[in-house]
């Protein structure tokens, strides 16, 4: 059983669309993420959600916006794609927001922008 | 505020040769430290974390990292290293509740 799985896996899109990813995680989990890892591979987190509460937003454009509909499932989605919106985005989770706790990760979804 | 600095952003290693991954770290608070593993086309997966207690954390596939305050380092290490362990390693380090900062990662190709 997958523990965090996020869909799709891969998405070519055309500058201007709105795009949508899905995450659910299995594990029981009250906190989950997204990060954005670029090209370089650093890895930068963009949201946190905790119990379906926002509790981390980093200064990502408001063309961004999460969506929680509860604490198993998180999605992003993306409006006005930009270039520089590609890169790969991963889904994640941890048991709650104690900082001690292991983050696990989703496979990610590559995404690339034309 | 927190930060992670990993020193080598690329370490090619030979087959069975020991390896060392550095990891600096800064924090302001009380500090939990990890290292994450990244193989190609892969999430991430937790290789190793230190809370508290003994500063040698030992980890999956063989791999310890050593916990030294006075010098706020966390450097991984393994003594013998195999082809499979090429992949991506992130340092990361947790002060704030629910917020990690990863290093920018050390690319270890392990060349037979």
């Known amino acids: 059983d997958t523990a965090v799985s996020q869909t799709p896996k891969y998405l070519v899109t055309q500058m201007g669309n709105d795009k949508s990813i899905k995450c659910e995680q299995n594990l029981g989990h009250d906190t989950m993420y997204w990060y954005k890892q670029d090209s370089k591979k650093f890895l930068k987190i963009m949201f946190s959600?905790?119990?379906?509460?926002?509790?981390i937003n980093e200064t990502v454009p408001n063309r961004f916006s999460p969506k929680s509909p509860d604490k198993a499932h998180l999605n992003l989605h993306i409006n006005s794609l930009e270039l520089g919106d590609s890169a790969v985005y991963f889904c994640a989770s941890s048991r709650d927001r104690d900082s001690g706790n292991t983050i696990y990760f989703g496979e990610g979804s590559w995404l690339t922008v034309v | 505020a927190q930060s992670v600095t990993q020193l080598d952003s690329q370490v090619p290693v030979f087959e069975e040769a020991p390896v060392e991954l550095r990891c600096n770290y800064s924090?302001?608070?009380?500090?939990?430290l990890f290292w994450y593993v990244q193989y190609p086309n892969q999430g991430l997966q937790l290789l190793l974390k230190?809370?508290?207690?003994?500063?040698l954390v030992k980890g999956i596939n063989g791999f310890e990292a050593e916990f030294n305050k006075s010098q706020t380092s966390f450097h991984l290490r393994k003594p013998s290293v195999h082809i499979s362990d090429t992949a991506e390693y992130f340092c990361a380090v947790n002060g704030n509740a629910g917020k990690s900062t990863f290093g920018d990662g050390t690319t270890l190709t392990v060349k037979p």
């Open positions: 230190y809370l508290s207690g003994s500063t």
């Open positions: 924090s302001s608070v009380s500090v939990y």
């Open positions: 959600y905790n119990n379906k509460e926002l509790i």
